[in-house]
């Protein structure tokens, strides 16, 4: 299996999180079971500025039991769940020959499995990462199936509580991988988005996590960054009014354009979570920073009293947090009047910040 070259880096032990967000574009089904549009799709992605695509590997056969059924958004799609999943489900070799398209266009290919059974199908496609549906967080066959493949696991937490997802959490840190808060309802109302689930995510469990966003708005991948996110899906498709179950949920590529450009203008403006003066705020640093100063001229060896100094600008000085340990210290030479004491001018209790 070789290196992929896309790979993301999610976390950061050093810094704890990276100044940049990892686009995953889900193609998913939206591609009506037609290769053809699903490698349209994938240039689409690419020219948005999407970092990875996401496709689907599921047959109907290995997946639902007799009892299976329909979910709610996907009423009206198909006489039943079997005949949808036929329709809309592309063939490990269909799947092999997008992952050329994906590689030739610069993304990364990123696959979710269903069953068991899929994950050998992931093996021969030398995907860079697998994502795992919601359902599946819970799923510990299959996870742990999957973790044999040595790529990040990408694990999608909606319809879970935050108690249940202790394996999955274990399966994303020691791949490399992420936890997705994420709510299965198609679309989410703004209301549901529930983006304070990413910290609580990280709090909980001290790994990477990202937003597998199903709600309608262009933003909220941006919204997302600013919480926490490191890693964004977002739902793809060539026509929101086409027939299928994710195309309402989904956005066309101008749309994902608007969305991905948002998610990197947020980035950029988080950055590393750390707190330090930055070099484009240096020079206010040191103009409107305040420093000790001498009230009057002062000889050599005089012993310095509180009436002898003033706090003013600029901050070259002994910093004004300094001025009560400079009370009693001698000065080394005498100084003028009306300017910042620095620390060679003061035989005990002076330094400069």
């Not at 899906?233 to 994902?256: F, M, N, Y």
Request: proline residues 5%; contains cysteine.
């Amino acid at each position: 299996m070789s290196t992929p070259a896309a790979t993301p880096e999610f976390w950061s032990a050093d810094a704890e999180r990276l100044a940049k967000v990892w686009v995953i574009a889900e193609i998913g089904v939206n591609h009506d079971g037609d290769p053809a549009r699903a490698a349209e799709l994938i240039g689409a992605a690419a020219d948005v500025g999407a970092d990875a695509v996401k496709f689907q590997l599921f047959q109907p056969d290995r997946l639902l039991s007799a009892e299976a059924g329909l979910a709610g958004y996907q009423d009206g799609q198909a006489d039943d769940v079997r005949a949808l999943l036929d329709r809309l489900m592309l063939s490990v070799n269909q799947l092999r020959e997008l992952r050329g398209v994906a590689q030739d266009a610069g993304v990364a290919f990123v696959v979710t499995p269903f069953s068991v059974p899929d994950v050998a199908d992931l093996g021969l496609l030398d995907v860079d990462a697998v994502k795992f549906a919601s359902p599946d967080a819970v799923n510990r066959p299959l996870l742990d199936a999957a973790s044999g493949l040595g790529r990040p696991m990408l694990i999608s937490t909606g319809t879970c509580e935050l108690g249940e997802l202790g394996v999955a959490a274990e399966h994303a840190a020691r791949s490399g991988g992420a936890l997705l808060q994420c709510v299965s309802s198609y679309p989410t109302p703004d209301n549901e988005a529930a983006l304070g689930a990413i910290a609580a995510l990280r709090q909980r469990f001290g790994v990477a996590v990202g937003y597998s966003d199903h709600t309608a708005a262009l933003d909220t991948g941006a919204l997302a960054v600013v919480a926490g996110a490191c890693v964004l899906e977002k739902h793809l498709t060539h026509d929101r009014g086409a027939q299928g179950p994710d195309h309402a949920a989904s956005v066309e590529p101008a749309g994902l354009r608007e969305y991905v450009a948002a998610a990197r203008r947020a980035a950029a403006m988080v950055g590393p979570i750390e707190k330090t003066c930055r070099n484009i705020e240096r020079d206010v640093r040191r103009v409107s920073r305040q420093s000790v100063c001498t009230a009057r001229d002062l000889p050599a060896g005089h012993v310095l009293e509180r009436s002898d100094l003033v706090v003013k600008r600029p901050g070259t000085g002994l910093p004004a947090g300094r001025f009560e340990s400079l009370v009693g210290a001698k000065l080394r030479r005498g100084v003028r009047g009306d300017v910042p004491l620095r620390a060679e001018d003061v035989a005990e209790g002076g330094s400069s910040e």
